[in-house]
């Protein structure tokens, strides 16, 4: 999967996770940035990521993540080792 | 698109009902957790108007992700919930407290959203006991339900299969203990079988272990989703909401095959797999009625022919006696099904329609959204468990005051879905998107015309029967017309269903044939037909249609055919019709016929 590809589908998340269908994610965007982007978000957005690219996170990785950029390297590492 | 995208549309084009009613159809056990989360938003916002039920949640672990997927399974249930989410892991503090917030919130119903940890060590017996003492405080201070979830054997057995001897720990104490819940339980309180939910849904992916480290999810999230739907069905019993009353069809459904055409000795039933998968599905519906929830059948067939399987085939498990109305005529299904409603006293909403047949599914749900309707397979071998999935038939015992709020709910139900009136079938038709390709009888349709002309025994003006070579015959003859229709619409594709043959005699053209696939009843295809027909007799410069109804024993549906569509009673027992004066009939079919005439 190339990088565009990878964040145009977790955007899609980020949009059904918010309900908002205009927002647009960075990779420095942090969960600070986004109102609602709490616990349960996280977990959302996790679930999702697993449901959609196929991927399983590890229990460390769950709550390790800073930004959007270290989300999306974190899928790409799985995708890339699968 | 999936469903939840066309509710969102629907939603956002102010179309509130028709968005409420594509959510709760498209609501599965198979839509993702994500995609439920975002249903939930959407059913938050298409709930008002609903009767609130209050509802205190008693958790032992994390519920934040579970009440919204409460709160859109209970609206799918058709109500609205008001929660009260009770701290962290104090139910039994909650409950023991008089003054606790649960009590104050004076919820209807309260559900202890227990699991296997929580069972303290010890005896089976003690246990058991400690919980039923829970219910009853809980039950008798808040005056509500009390629903509680039963114990989740987990996957991880340390001492192998030794581990189900165990009365002290491990998997055999807490079968034990779940086999405690279910007797102590009754008297308003209900067990949601968590158990038998986590089998189902397969134990290794029911609980995921990351989870519960990381923030205390007792479940996985597609679990959680599914024991979600089935908390808002034992709920839903709980208030006195679950349906009562299986409206059955009978072609198709009950048995393989279709009485009117193949007789009652035709049907398939014992001896055949597909009749054994017949029968099974028989046996479940018995069993539905053993326990209470009355069966009624709901056909297009003639009465007397539609009750022959039940006196002539001693293999048939359902017997007439076990239903409590039965419908068999050539009326429209939602018509129908009020009139069994109003036989029966009770509410639409009360009635679960099962049917072999899509368009007839698609016409229920327009004319009576009340009425749930199951999507069945195609093959009956998943009948069963396609009806058992919805958990339309839930019970648990309910309070005096509760069973006769439901009675009076349904009454009223009753009342106001008589007052509605009949269906406006044309804008139905309309909306069933039906195209229809027609022209004449073709070289690679040989096979199945013949077998149409052969098999149709109801929709069929003259039962005259022709075999390969004759049909063939017939294309090749200048003075024969012939006509094969093909339906399709946005839930299937018919195929080849009709046939038409006439004959060019003097200055008329005689209908020699007219028949029709009993599937395809009611869509105006008929109408299609003679639009061709007469099209065909004015190209010919024919001065008159005639035709001839030749009665037979099954043959009733074609009866009043003729005179229906203008053709007047003539003293040598013909049907005639003066092409000068005959007007087209209107038709809710697109044609799409490569030549259309």
């Given at each position: 999967m190339n990088p565009q590809e990878l964040h145009d589908r977790l955007q899609e998340i980020f949009r059904q996770v918010f309900d908002s269908e205009t927002l647009m994610i960075r990779?420095?965007?942090?969960?600070?940035?986004?109102?609602?982007?709490d616990s349960l978000a996280q977990i959302n957005l996790v679930v999702g990521a697993e449901e959609r690219f196929g991927v399983r996170f590890q229990t460390a990785e769950i709550?390790?993540?800073?930004n959007v950029g270290e989300f999306k390297r974190l899928i790409a590492g799985k995708l890339a080792a699968s | 698109m999936s469903a939840l995208t066309e509710a969102k549309a629907l939603a956002a084009e102010g179309k509130k009902v028709e968005a409420a009613r594509r959510l709760r159809d498209g609501?599965?056990?198979?839509?993702s957790y994500l995609d439920q989360t975002s249903a939930a938003k959407l059913a938050d916002s298409l709930s008002e108007g609903l009767p609130p039920v209050r509802l205190a949640v008693l958790g032992s672990s994390t519920t934040a992700q579970l009440l919204p997927l409460l709160r859109l399974h209970a609206f799918k249930e058709g109500f609205r919930l008001e929660l009260y989410d009770a701290p962290y892991d104090a139910y039994q503090q909650e409950i023991l407290d008089e003054k606790s917030g649960l009590y104050a919130f004076k919820p209807q119903a309260a559900l202890?959203?227990?699991?296997?940890?929580d069972a303290r060590p010890g005896p089976a017996e003690a246990e058991a006991e400690r919980w039923a003492a829970l219910w009853t405080r809980l039950r008798e201070r808040a005056g509500c339900a009390v629903l509680t979830n039963n114990f989740d054997v987990p996957?991880?057995?340390?001492?192998?299969?030794?581990?189900?001897?165990?009365?002290?720990?491990?998997l055999g104490r807490l079968r034990r203990l779940n086999a405690l819940l279910a007797e102590k339980a009754g008297a308003g309180v209900a067990v949601i079988d968590v158990e038998h939910l986590s089998a189902l849904h397969g134990k290794e992916s029911w609980h995921d272990p990351r989870f519960w480290h990381h923030?205390?999810?007792?479940?996985?999230f597609d679990g959680l989703a599914r024991y979600a739907a089935e908390a808002a069905a034992v709920l839903a019993a709980a208030l006195g909401r679950s349906r009562k009353c299986l409206v059955l069809d009978l072609d198709?459904?009950?048995?393989?095959?279709v009485v009117g055409d193949d007789g009652a000795e035709g049907l398939?039933?014992?001896?055949s797999p597909n009749g054994e998968a017949h029968l099974e599905f028989q046996r479940y519906v018995k069993e539905l009625g053993r326990r209470g929830v009355l069966l009624a059948v709901c056909s297009k067939n003639e009465d007397e022919r539609a009750r022959e399987p039940f006196k002539?085939?001693?293999?048939?498990?359902?017997?007439?006696?076990?239903?409590s109305a039965f419908v068999a005529n050539w009326e429209d299904k939602a018509t129908n099904l009020r009139s069994i409603a109003a036989q029966l006293n009770i509410?639409?909403?009360a009635l679960v329609f099962v049917d072999d047949n899509a368009g007839e599914r698609e016409l229920v749900r327009r004319f009576c959204p009340e009425v749930a309707v199951v999507d069945l397979?195609?093959?009956?071998?998943g009948f069963s468990r396609a009806l058992d999935a919805?958990?339309?038939?839930e019970t648990v015992s309910v309070s005096k005051e509760d069973a006769r709020r439901a009675a009076h709910f349904q009454a009223e139900a009753a009342r106001e879905s008589l007052r509605r009136?009949?269906?406006?079938l044309a804008s139905f038709l309309k909306d069933l998107e039906m195209s229809a390709e027609a022209g004449p009888f073709t070289e690679p349709d040989v096979a199945r015309i013949a077998q149409l002309i052969n098999k149709?025994?109801?929709?069929?003006?003259?039962t005259r029967r022709s075999s390969e070579p004759e049909v063939r015959a017939l294309m090749a003859d200048p003075a024969a017309w012939t006509l094969a229709v093909r339906l399709r619409d946005r839930l299937g594709d018919y195929g080849l269903i009709s046939a038409v043959i006439a004959r060019r005699s003097g200055s008329a053209f005689e209908i020699d044939t007219w028949l029709m696939s009993?599937?395809?009843?009611?869509?105006g295809v008929e109408k299609l037909a003679f639009n061709r027909l007469l099209a065909a007799a004015r190209a010919a410069g024919a001065k008159e249609l005639v035709g001839r109804y030749l009665p037979t024993?099954?043959?009733?549906?074609?009866?009043?055919l003729l005179p229906s569509l203008g053709f007047a009673a003539a003293p040598d027992g013909a049907w005639r019709l003066s092409v000068a004066g005959a007007k087209p009939q209107e038709v809710s079919i697109r044609d799409e016929s490569p030549r259309a005439a």
């Open positions: 990779d420095e965007t942090t969960a600070a940035e986004i109102e609602g982007w709550r390790s993540l800073k | 609501l599965s056990s198979r839509m202890l959203y227990v699991n296997h940890r996957v991880e057995r340390a001492w192998g299969n030794l581990d189900a001897a165990r009365t002290d720990a491990g923030s205390r999810q007792a479940m996985s198709n459904t009950l048995w393989g095959g398939e039933l014992a001896g002539k085939r001693p293999d048939m498990v359902l017997k007439l006696e076990d239903f509410g639409l909403d397979p195609e093959d009956p071998a919805r958990r339309f038939f009136g009949a269906p406006d149709t025994n109801q929709f069929n003006l003259t009993c599937r395809v009843l009611g869509r024993a099954k043959n009733a549906p074609v009866k009043e």
